[in-house]
């Protein structure tokens, strides 16, 4: 979790089509296994790891303030979560919240830029392009006509992102699914960023990794097969790779190590 990010392929895949899907005016749907990085890249898309601790304080002003306007025009983008069960009319109310502190801190932006200071309105209102909605199936059949109607009336432009098959799910709402333009699948790492990954985690162990040297091959090999590449599997073995080296006074990490470490995990293969 504390990992800083990564810029992988698949973020920039997500972030073209995340561009593609705002200059469309269009809905998205982005799904991909459990773990690959979906949340990740769209909250970093959306600058949220800076904006929603900022915007949930929404304190007095503070010298932090320029620099979260900055953020908030170049993303202007609203990510959000619905809670399990949630209502259409609270979801709504919400995101309207949520929309109207990004615009504010997007207007307060723009005009700071202004060489002659001005009390008109910047069209506040068409500030935030994009609504990018993580996990959802959580959305209700009601929860999804309003967000319809909100892209109808706005051009609001939509990402939902989901597990596989809720492109599917969507096929029962003729309506939303007209109206869908781009359909994206986010696929786990692949090879070479696999190695990029691993070869960081290595370094964090105290140790290089050599993928053309045999014990370490193998090791990688192993880690290609436990985790195929996904993001949040890597994340939970490496914990175990570390308790596994320490409890056996071990230094280098083989693939017995990493078969130790995995079986402690409920991950299987
Ligand atoms: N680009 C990245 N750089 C570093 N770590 C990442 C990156 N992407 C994902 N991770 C890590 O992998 C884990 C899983 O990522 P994330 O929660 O984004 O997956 P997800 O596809 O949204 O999964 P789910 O479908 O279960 O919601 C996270 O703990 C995150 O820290
Ligand atoms: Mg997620």
Not at 1 to 17: D, G, L
Not at 85 to 109: F, G, N, S, T, Y
Request: with cysteine; charged share 30%; glycine share 6%.
């Amino acid at each position: 979790m504390n990992q800083p990010f990564i810029v992988t392929k698949e973020h920039r895949r997500f972030t073209e089509f995340a561009n593609a899907v705002r200059k469309e005016k269009t809905i998205g749907i982005c799904h991909g296994d459990a773990g690959v990085g979906k949340t990740n890249s769209a909250r970093r898309y959306a600058n949220w790891d800076a904006l929603e601790p900022y915007i949930n304080k929404w304190g007095p002003r503070g010298e932090h303030d320029a620099k979260h306007y900055a953020l908030a025009n170049r993303s202007r983008t609203v990510f959000y979560t619905p809670e399990v069960l949630c209502r259409p009319k609270d979801l709504m109310h919400d995101i309207d919240r949520w929309q109207a502190k990004v615009e504010i801190c997007a207007d307060e932006h723009l005009r700071s830029r202004e060489t002659e200071p001005t009390t008109t309105p910047i069209g506040m209102s068409h500030l935030v392009d994009l609504l990018i909605i993580d996990e959802a199936e959580r959305l209700t059949p009601t929860a999804l006509e309003l967000l319809r109607d909100r892209h109808d009336r706005e051009h609001l432009s939509m990402i939902l992102i989901g597990m596989p098959g809720i492109d599917q799910r969507f096929r029962h709402y003729p309506q939303l699914y007209s109206r869908l333009g781009f359909s994206h699948h986010y696929r786990t790492l692949g090879r070479e960023e696999l190695l990029f990954v691993l070869d960081r985690h290595w370094k964090h162990l105290g140790q290089q990794l050599d993928p053309e040297d045999f014990t370490d091959a193998q090791a990688i090999a192993a880690i290609e097969r436990i985790t195929r590449g996904n993001f949040r599997l890597l994340e939970r073995l490496f914990p175990q790779i570390a308790r596994v080296l320490k409890i056996n006074g071990l230094e280098t990490i083989t693939d017995d190590v990493i078969e130790a470490a995995a079986s402690i995990l409920v991950i299987g293969n």
